[in-house]
């Protein structure tokens, strides 16, 4: 089981915030550092200094750090144009000498369309507009060397692209896609994805989602195996004083926290990844939401990663 450190920024964090977050991570030997992609800040948090973006964030991390794997859960696909977004994802996997992870939807928070100036289509649109950016970002990513990439779709159109820079990462960095969908979101994930992401739902919904998607790998006759992995919320503490006073902090519940994600003491965080290694997940994105506390991150190194 890997455990991946995934970070809401847009919560309120600077680029040095994260800085410190993603080589805690490095150092106490998780796997990956991954992060939103949003432009506005959630509920009661202040949200200050202000959003930062994340392929931005991404390609000054993969110079500071030299192991964990980068990615974003999810980049929308409203927010940018495919073929830039090709260039972009492309650099930071060079920049990285070949460790991000490329995660992908539709978008979903209207607020921040609104905010910042981003036309919000209708859901079926943007599935449209997903499932054309995810058939040229990687078409644009496994054209041979000397070799131009065309596309014409009902929303995007490249004529004899180059298709340049390529990623380190030979045919492109894996893309994963993720959401409880029951039809377009196994549909696309069979086709495109090496990675299904299910985020912030219990065991029994889990294991509907996963037995979607391996029904559509199957119908599609899909040969390549799937990557199944979920995100949860992690409150963890050494007794349960430890525990409440974290809970508090990122103004959750002890007890509904408890039920609904990764919280309690790391014997009980440990018991409950095991169930969802049951149902097939081998990763699992820990949500850190308070980001100054590396001290949480050091238990979760030493009494969960270590333990598993």
């Known amino acids: 089981m890997r455990l991946r450190i995934f970070t809401e920024p847009q919560q309120g964090a600077s680029y040095e915030t994260l ?39 991404l390609g ?41 992870d490329f995660g992908i939807g539709t978008g979903w928070f209207d607020a921040e369309h609104t905010a910042y100036g981003i036309p919000f289509p209708s859901l079926n649109e943007r599935f449209e507009r997903l499932e054309e950016q995810l058939e040229i970002v990687t078409g644009l990513w496994g054209t041979p060397k000397g070799e131009t990439y ?50 912030f739902h219990k065991l029994d919904d889990t294991e509907l989602a996963f037995g979607r998607v391996r029904t559509a790998c199957e119908e599609a006759g899909r040969t390549k195996p799937m990557t199944y992995s979920v995100a949860q919320v992690v409150c963890c503490g ?47 994105y820990l949500q850190v939401l308070d980001l100054d506390d590396l001290n949480h991150l050091e238990l979760l190194a030493f009494e969960v990663l270590n333990r598993l």
């Open 19 to 57: 800085l410190s977050v993603a080589k805690a991570t490095e150092d106490l030997g998780f796997d990956a550092f991954f992060r939103s992609d949003h432009y506005l800040k959630m509920g009661d948090m202040s949200g200050e200094p202000g959003p930062t973006d994340a392929w931005v964030t």
């Open 60 to 100: 000054a991390l993969a110079r500071e750090t030299s192991r964990i794997r980068l990615g974003t859960l999810m980049t929308a696909a409203t927010f940018r144009y495919p073929g830039p977004l090709a260039i972009s994802v492309a650099q930071v996997d060079q920049m990285s000498g070949g460790r991000v």
């Open 150 to 199: 065309s596309f014409e779709g009902k929303h995007y159109t490249l004529a004899d692209s180059p298709a340049l820079p390529k990623p380190a990462q030979a045919g492109g960095p894996p893309v994963l896609l993720g959401g409880f969908g029951a039809k377009r979101t196994p549909r696309l994930a069979a086709r495109f994805a090496d990675e299904f992401n299910l985020p």
């Open 238 to 284: 050494r007794d349960e004083g430890e525990y409440r006073k974290r809970a508090e902090a990122i103004g959750r519940d002890p007890e509904s926290l408890r039920e609904e994600g990764l919280a309690g003491t790391p014997a009980e965080i440990v018991d409950k990844i095991g169930k969802f290694g049951e149902l097939g997940a081998e990763c699992v």
